[in-house]
C-alpha cells in the first residue's frame, strides 16, 4: 500500500508544479481514501515539494506522520510545529466541499492565495494504478457471482421491490459495503437500480442512465412496487461495490416471453458493444465512441428509444472507480480521448414502451492496445421461472 | 400537502424578512424536499414576497409554477421572464452547496448580494409541522415492528454482520427507503450501526454515536464480522428511514448471559432517560440535558464509559428529521432550548469493554407540557436464543 500511495503522491506532485501550486489541502472522503488508503477525519496535505502530512481531529493509524488538530483555524500553527512551510498557492477541493468549510480554510490560511483542485483530482484519479485495477477486477468478479445467482431470488408474483431486496441481501453477503458513491452533491441512489416494465420509462431527477419512479418522493429514482408479470423485461443494474473501487454491470431477465422488439433492441445493445470492443483503443475519441453508438441505434430505427424515451441520456458510458460517475464521460461534447488505465462502463440500453428496458452494461479496462472487459458473465436475456 | 408547504414558505418568509434579505434559492436535496414535497433537478426561489417558482433542468410534476432552464447562468433571463424581480441579497446553502456551485451562482446573479442561508434552513427544519410529526411516527411505528422481529434473524455462529444484513432485509421488506441521511458532507453511514464484543470500542472518523471499525477502510464504521459469541451484547441502531422523516431507536440484544457490569450500565441508561421524560420540556437548555445524563453516569461509576471509552461522543442526543443529525444538539455547550414541535433522539449509551456497547435510544416529540415518546417498545435487553 506505501507503493500505492506513492505512486499517486507523485502524480499529483507533478501536476502541482505543472500548475504552478505550492500545495494541495484534501478533506473530502474520496480523495481522502485515494491519497491516504481510508477515510480519516481530518485534511490530507501535500506539498509540491517533500513530505505529506495529516491533520488529524480524531486519531488513525494511517503510517502517515501525523498532528492533532481540533479546528482548522489551528491548522497555520500546526503547519509551523511539523516545519511545512505555509503555501503561497494552496489547492483546494472546490467541487466537493461545501462553500463555508472552503472559505473557512481560505481564512485560515489568510496571506494564501487558493485554487480549486477538483477537476485535477478527477482527472488524476481517471488513471488507475495496477492495485486498484485488481480492486476493480475483485469487485467485477464478486458482482459476476452475485448476478449469476439472480435467478434463484426470484418468485412469481413479486414485485420489483421485493426482487430487489433479495438481491440487495445477495449482494451484502457477498462483500457488498452497501453505500453506493456517486460524485456530486446531489446524486444519490441506494443499492442500485432495478427497471421493469413501464416503469423504465419513468423520468427521475438524477443524471443515471436511466430512471424510473423510485418508492418515495425523497428518492425519485428506480424500482417503484410494479407488479413482475409475463412479458416483462427486468433490468438489474446494482452496484459493483465489493471494494472501495466499484465495477458497473447490468443484465437483463425476463418473466416468460418477452415481446420481438424487445429481442431485437437487446441484440442491437450487444451489436453496439462489440463495435465498440473492437473500435476502443487508447487515442479514441469518447465522443466518436457516443456517435458510432447512437448511429447504430438510430439504423436499427431505435433512436427514440436510445437511453431513455421520455427523457434520454445524453451519455453512453461513464469512467469509474471510487465514484461510479467519474472522468472519461462517453458524451458527444467530450473532449476526452481513451488512455491506457482508464476504466469505463458502456451501456447501450433501450426503453421499450410497457416491457422494460434491455441492453448490456459492461466495464472495461483501456490496455495499450484495446480495452479488457472485467465483468465477465453471459450478455443474453436471463429467463425467470 | 399544499397547506404543508405553504406553512414553511410563510416560515421561511418571515425569517428572511427578519435577515434582510429578498429571496432564498434552494438546490440541495433535503432543503428541496423541504419546500418543495419531493426531489427535482434544479433550483427553488421563493421571494420575501410572492409566489415560489422551479427553474427545472428535468422537468417534474410538482404542482409549483416552473420555468425550464438548461444551467444557472440562465436564471436571471428566466426570473425576467417569470416577472420575478432580481434579488439584491440572495440567500444560498452556504453549508451544503459545493464552493464551485455557490460561485457560479454568485456570479449568475452578477450585481447581488449573497448570504448563507443554510443555518437558518437547519433552524427552521428543527420544529416540525404536524405532517412532519405524521411521517415520523409513521416511520417509529414502522421501526419497532422491525426491532420486534430481530430475535428472528439471529442464529448461533452468525457474525455481527450476517445478522445485521438479515435486520437490513427485513428494514426493506417494511418500506426502509434505503438511503440513510445525513447532514454533512462526510458524513457516511450505510442502513445504521449494529455494534458486538470489542469492536463497540473501536473510534471511527464519523461524528455518530458511537463507532465501530466497519467492513473496508473507505467507511470505518459499525459492523466489522465479529462473530456473536456467548456473553456479547449486540447493540442495534439501524435508521428508521421507513419515511422520508426519521426515526431513531437502539435496542441491545444479548447472546447468552451478559456480565453483571453490562446489565447495571443498561439500567443506568433507563434510569437517565426516565429522568430525561421528567424533566424535560419547552424551556429546558440541551446543555442541562446533557450534564444531567452525565453526572448520572458519573453517580453511576460510569463515566468512562458514556459514550464510548477510547473515544467518547461529547453529545447524548440529537434533533432528527430529514437527516438523523439534526438540530439541535444535545451538548455541554448547546445555546439551544427546547421547544413545541422539536423531535430529538436520546442515546445514554455505554460501553463495556470485550461485552459490546449497551443502553437505549428513542424519539421524542416536544410538546406543550414535556416530551412525548414515539420509538414504543420495550427497553429490556432482549435475549438471542
Chains 1, 2 share one sequence.
Not at 190 to 205: K, T
Amino acid at each position: 500500500m506505501e507503493n500505492e500511495l506513492e505512486l499517486k503522491w507523485d502524480r499529483l506532485r507533478r501536476a502541482m508544479v505543472a500548475e504552478g501550486v505550492d500545495g494541495c489541502l484534501v478533506t473530502t472522503n474520496r480523495n481522502l481514501y485515494w491519497l491516504t488508503g481510508r477515510v480519516v477525519n481530518g485534511y490530507f496535505y501535500l506539498p509540491a515539494e517533500g513530505a505529506p502530512r495529516l491533520f488529524l481531529k480524531r486519531p488513525a493509524e494511517t503510517g502517515i506522520a501525523s498532528t492533532a488538530i481540533r479546528k482548522p483555524e489551528q491548522l497555520p500553527e500546526a503547519f509551523a510545529q511539523a516545519g511545512l512551510p505555509l503555501p503561497r498557492r494552496l489547492m483546494l477541493e472546490d467541487g466537493t466541499l461545501p462553500y463555508n468549510e472552503y472559505v473557512r480554510l481560505q481564512r485560515s490560511f489568510a496571506a494564501s492565495e487558493t485554487v480549486g483542485g477538483s477537476q485535477l483530482l478527477r482527472r488524476l484519479r481517471m488513471i488507475k494504478t495496477p492495485w486498484e485495477i485488481e480492486q476493480m477486477r475483485l469487485s467485477a468478479r464478486r458482482q459476476a457471482e452475485v448476478y449469476r445467482m439472480i435467478p434463484s431470488c426470484y418468485r412469481p408474483g413479486m414485485t420489483d421491490l421485493e426482487l430487489q431486496i433479495e438481491i440487495e441481501r445477495l449482494m451484502r453477503l457477498h462483500g457488498s459495503c452497501g453505500v453506493f458513491h456517486a460524485d456530486g452533491i446531489n446524486m444519490e441512489i441506494f443499492m442500485g437500480s432495478l427497471l421493469a416494465g413501464a416503469n423504465a420509462e419513468e423520468p427521475s431527477p438524477f443524471d443515471f442512465a436511466l430512471g424510473g419512479a423510485g418508492q418515495d418522493a425523497c428518492l425519485p429514482l428506480g424500482a417503484n412496487g410494479t407488479r413482475l408479470e409475463e412479458g416483462m423485461a427486468v433490468m438489474v443494474d446494482m452496484a459493483g461495490n465489493y471494494t472501495a473501487y466499484q465495477s458497473d454491470m447490468t443484465r437483463v431477465f425476463a418473466v416468460g416471453q418477452l415481446p420481438g422488439e424487445a429481442l431485437r433492441a437487446h441484440a442491437v445493445s450487444c451489436d453496439v458493444t462489440a463495435r465498440m470492443e473492437r473500435t476502443a483503443r487508447p487515442g479514441v475519441s469518447c465522443a466518436q465512441l457516443y456517435r458510432d453508438a447512437l448511429d447504430r441505434a438510430a439504423e436499427a430505427g431505435l433512436a427514440a428509444n436510445f437511453m431513455g424515451t421520455r427523457l434520454q441520456a445524453k451519455f453512453v458510458g461513464h469512467g469509474i472507480g471510487l465514484d461510479v460517475n467519474e472522468l472519461p464521460v462517453l458524451t458527444p461534447r467530450s473532449q476526452d480521448v481513451l488512455q491506457p488505465g482508464m476504466t469505463f462502463a458502456f451501456e447501450p440500453k433501450f426503453v421499450i414502451p410497457g416491457v422494460g428496458a434491455v441492453g448490456i452494461e459492461n466495464t472495461y479496462l483501456v490496455t495499450d492496445e484495446g480495452v479488457e472487459k472485467l465483468t465477465l458473465l453471459e450478455e443474453a436475456i436471463v429467463p425467470l421461472t
